[in-house]
């Protein structure tokens, strides 16, 4: 069975940073909003890493979602146990091999609006979060990158900004009257129970059949403009 998480994080064009003015995070909730911030804005910054961060030589794409808090300061578990296929991980700290898909709300949309803006394919998932510490320009000197997925640079796409408004390709649904499964309160959603219902099965091998044919332009490598 295919590992499949979906995360909803906020909107950007490139996630290279904040650049002001050309490229801000819009909507991902009351954080993003009372602090012009997101914790997600560089989920498809292209880092270097080797063996001292723990991992194979090579450029790797480190992932951010918000889990929900109870208390403002502590970050809940991302419950990995959840996702298809791994129920019996319930005392593991990572899991492989699961397609994280990360989906934004529309900007500009008069209605909620759910789509696709990327994903990481073979991604190794965290039940909390990892951190890195990276150099910067900045006046501290370096940046903490917290991370709760992480993928080779090779199986990450970011969708071009006018490839992703396509509602018959890349909308994904939230929870409402009408529609039995999609997003609810949580920014993750494990799309669970896919054996017993048909149309969330038919939504999911659309998904995923899109994303292995996906052979359009990658925004993976693409930098917003930046002021000299």
Not at 113 to 118: A, D, I, K, N
Not at 180 to 197: I, K
Not at 199 to 216: A, C, H, P, T
Request: aromatic share 12%.
């Amino acid at each position: 069975m295919l590992r499949i998480l979906f995360c909803n994080i906020a909107w950007m064009d490139y996630y290279k940073g904040i650049v002001p003015g050309k490229d801000e995070p819009k909507g991902g909730g009351s954080y993003v909003k009372e602090n012009l911030d997101a914790h997600e804005k560089h989920n498809f910054d292209v880092v270097p890493l080797s063996k001292d961060a723990g991992y194979p030589e090579g450029e790797y794409c480190l992932g951010f979602v918000e889990t929900k808090s109870t208390n403002g300061e502590t970050r809940n578990q991302l419950k990995i146990e959840k996702i298809d296929g791994c129920e019996a991980c319930k005392n593991e700290t990572q899991v492989d091999d699961v397609l994280v898909v990360y989906c934004a709300l529309y900007p500009d949309a008069i209605e909620k609006e759910t789509y696709v803006v990327g994903w990481y394919k073979h991604a190794t998932v965290y039940r909390n979060y990892e951190v890195i510490r990276f150099p910067s320009d900045d006046e501290e000197g370096y940046y903490d990158q917290a991370y709760n997925a992480i993928a080779k640079k090779a199986d990450c796409v970011l969708l071009p900004r006018p490839a992703r408004r396509k509602a018959n390709k890349w909308k994904v649904p939230r929870k409402s009257k009408g529609v039995a499964y999609g997003f609810g309160q949580s920014n993750v959603w494990f799309a669970q129970g896919r054996e017993d219902n048909e149309y969330l099965r038919n939504f999911l091998n659309k998904i995923v059949n899109q994303i292995e044919e996906y052979d359009g332009e990658n925004w993976l490598d693409k930098q917003p403009e930046r002021s000299e």
